[in-house]
């Protein structure tokens, strides 16, 4: 995560100033995520009695933390969005969530759903799959660790995740290319990777 890092440092103030908001990396994986889901679509999918449901839009669930619990908004058609307007439609659902300003259709349709425990410090969890979904994946707190570039040892900031699927719909190799794109994805991130 060290290039997304060094880049929301350096931008988050700006941002701020010409947005009036916040940027999280939450926007940043969302789209990673969009994008990678057009590769692996059965994590996009439901079990039915008659097989599987390939669902084609994509709307993702979010998991918000609220003082009495958890709440999980969906962001519709997710990967329809710009960077922009998806740091604003997150920002809003998240305020929504968390001032029970939601209403039952915000909270209704998701078919992926990204949790993000890293925002209370977790380094390891393991999601439990939102039902009737295919999938969740949860990303944990960025922290420095070293690592092996190359034949040296450097210090870079590393995030975790995890990834749970049905295994009616999704078995362990598509499972695992699904996280490899994603790692793949943000550990190569530029400013050019935003679809803006």
């Avoid at 922009?84 to 759903?113: E, I, M, S, W, Y």
């Avoid at 210090?155 to 996280?179: K, W």
Wanted: aromatic share 8%.
């Amino acid at each position: 995560m060290t290039n997304l890092v060094r880049y929301r440092e350096a931008e988050k103030d700006s941002f701020r100033a010409r947005h009036g908001i916040g940027l999280t990396y939450l926007p940043f994986v969302v789209q990673v995520i969009c994008d990678a889901i057009k590769q692996f679509p059965w994590l996009n999918s439901t079990w039915t009695d008659d097989g599987v449901l390939l669902k084609h839009y994509l709307n993702l669930g979010i998991a918000v933390s609220i003082p009495d619990g958890l709440i999980v908004p969906v962001l519709k058609d997710a990967d329809q969005l710009g960077f922009t307007d998806l740091v604003r439609t997150l920002n809003d659902l998240v305020q929504r969530a968390r001032g029970k300003q939601l209403k039952p259709g915000d909270v209704q349709g998701g078919t992926f759903t990204l949790n993000n425990t890293g925002a209370t410090g977790s380094v390891a969890s393991q999601p439990i799959i939102n039902q009737p979904q295919a999938a969740i994946l949860t990303t944990e707190s960025i922290v420095k660790r070293p690592v092996v570039i190359g034949d040296a040892i450097a210090v870079r900031d590393i995030m975790n995740m995890c990834l749970s699927f049905d295994h009616r719909i999704v078995d362990g190799m598509m499972a695992g290319q699904f996280l490899g794109y994603v790692k793949k994805r943000l550990e190569d991130w530029t400013p050019g990777s935003i679809r803006l």
